[in-house]
Every structure is written in C-alpha cells, then in structure tokens.
C-alpha cells in the first residue's frame, strides 16, 4: 500500500480521479447476521411480525441502499449498478438471520463498499421489523466476503475461525 488514496498532499480529503482506469467487470460479496432470541426467529418464519414481511422488506431496503451507496459514504463514486442479489437465511442453530449482498456492475472502481451496505442496511431493517418482539438482537459479522475484477484482481476473507488471528490472503 502506497498511502491513503482519499487524501491530498495537503491533508484534505478527495475524491480519487478513476478516469484512467479501465472499465471491467466487478464483483463484491459481503455477509453480516442478525443475532435474536430463538423466538423471534420463529416469528419472523411464521411471518407474525406485525410490521409485516420481515425479510421481503429487508431484501428491498438492500437493494435499494445499494443504489445510495454514494450518498451515504463520503467519496464513493456513484456506480451504474448491474445486478444485485441478497440472500436471507434463517439459522436455527445460531438464533440468527444470515445475510449475504453479490453486486456487481461494469465500471472503473469496485463496489465493495455497495455491498457492505446492502448488508448493512438489510440487517438494521431485520432489527426495526421485530424490536418489538427483541430489543436485544445484535448486528455482528458485517464483513465483504469476495471482491473480483479491477487492477487488484480477486480477493478472498478467510474463513472466521482464522480471521480472528487477523490474517487476509489473496487469491493469484
């Protein structure tokens, strides 16, 4: 890593200029889950909740929050968005909704952070659709999982058990 990209010789921030690099195609992947009480996992599978569909609303707040992206972090680019996809999952075992962002667009920077984002906000909808039934859910895990194509080529996280030790590898 030469420096940080996002600011000037001067100190101030900035937006990086792209306009050199090339158009191709990319992909992000990020996770996050909703951690809760086994019963109220079992409201949201019944589809009790009485602000209704759980994870249908979810599912469009993400996706609509990834076409914001730009406007809610500072010095992202906006991105013609290509396709997005959200997976929720309900997990018994862990008391939790998994949920996993894949966008992908054509263009000259990476939409990890779109990604992050569509997690992100897809989880804090979970948690408004059922405070009233948990107030005591948490977020946790929010991380990207994969990013491809750009100069940097692919990345992938390692698994959690050795992200804990702090370790990232890239895929050749």
Known sequence: MTGLTHIARDGSARMVDVSGKSVTE???VAEGRVRM???TLA???AGDAKKGDVLGVARIAGIMATKRTHELIPLCHP?????VTLDLTLDDASACVRVT???KTSGKTGVEMEALTAVSIACLTIYDMVKAVDRGMT???VRLVEKRGGASGEWRAEPPST???GRRRRVP
């Open 79 to 83: 991105l013609a968005i290509a396709g």
């Open 37 to 39: 009480r086994p019963q």
């Open 26 to 28: 990319r992909v992000a």
């Open 43 to 45: 409201v949201i599978r």
């Open 163 to 165: 992200m804990a030790k």
């Open 139 to 141: 977020i946790e895990a």
């Open 101 to 103: 962002a894949s966008v």
